[in-house]
């Protein structure tokens, strides 16, 4: 089952993805210098080793690159023989996503210290959700920086049960039957963190290049 819905799940995402970016048209936002100056004058984002950084930006952008790319190789060990061969992870590739689990906790929470008051949702982005609710129609301009933001935050708090599912796995105080519910857990909530990643992480793109 599980193997099931990872495989539908992560293939309803990425033609999602596919589709935006061939449907969707990219239309400036509507705080062009803003968007301007968070790319750096033409620098790429992701580039954390510019002269006339700060060392807070440095840091930041490091701690994205950390977390990203320590999220892929857990989503690689973790689903990849599950996936593809239905087996559980065992030997090194155990070892390896249980040490790249810190790290990536680790950057998470600098993430969410230094980026979260920039992902705070303004009066227009909650007007824009509550026009969302109620199906209403809305302003592009009230829901131009909506999605990047609700996946930024929906990340965060998906990291709260990947995270405590797999440290309290690692005692015994729950019995047989509940580790079984924490692995269940912890597959099923990293699943959605992946999938919610890939998401945030392609509307930041799109953003970057509007």
């Given at each position: ?7 539908v ?21 509507a705080?062009?210098k ?10 790429s ?12 930006a ?21 689903f ?7 087996e559980q ?47 209403e ?8 920086d909506?999605?990047?933001?609700l ?38 909530t ?21």
């Amino acid at each position: 089952m599980f193997q099931t819905i990872s495989w539908v799940s992560l293939g309803l995402v990425l033609a999602g993805i596919i589709g935006h970016c061939l449907l969707s048209p990219r239309q400036r936002l509507a705080k062009g210098k803003a968007a301007k100056a968070a790319k750096g004058n033409g620098r790429s984002w992701w580039c954390c080793c510019s002269g006339d950084l700060s060392t807070l930006a440095k840091l930041r952008r490091l701690a994205c690159l950390l977390a990203a790319g320590s999220l892929v190789m857990l989503f690689v060990t973790g689903f990849a023989g599950r996936l593809l061969f239905g087996e559980q992870i065992t030997g090194y590739t155990l070892m390896l996503h249980v040490g790249l689990a810190p790290v990536f906790i680790v950057c998470t929470g600098f993430i969410l210290v230094v980026w979260g008051y920039q992902c705070r949702l303004n009066e227009d982005d909650w007007q824009g959700l509550t026009s969302l609710m109620r199906l209403e129609k809305t302003d592009s301009g009230d829901t131009a920086d909506l999605g990047w933001k609700l996946t930024f935050w929906l990340s965060m708090f998906l990291v709260v049960p990947v995270s405590l599912s797999m440290v309290l796995g690692m005692f015994q105080i729950f019995g047989t039957h509940g580790q079984e519910l924490l692995i269940s857990l912890h597959q099923y909530t990293s699943l959605a963190l992946t999938l919610v990643a890939m998401i945030h992480v392609h509307l930041i793109i799109r953003r970057q290049r509007k």
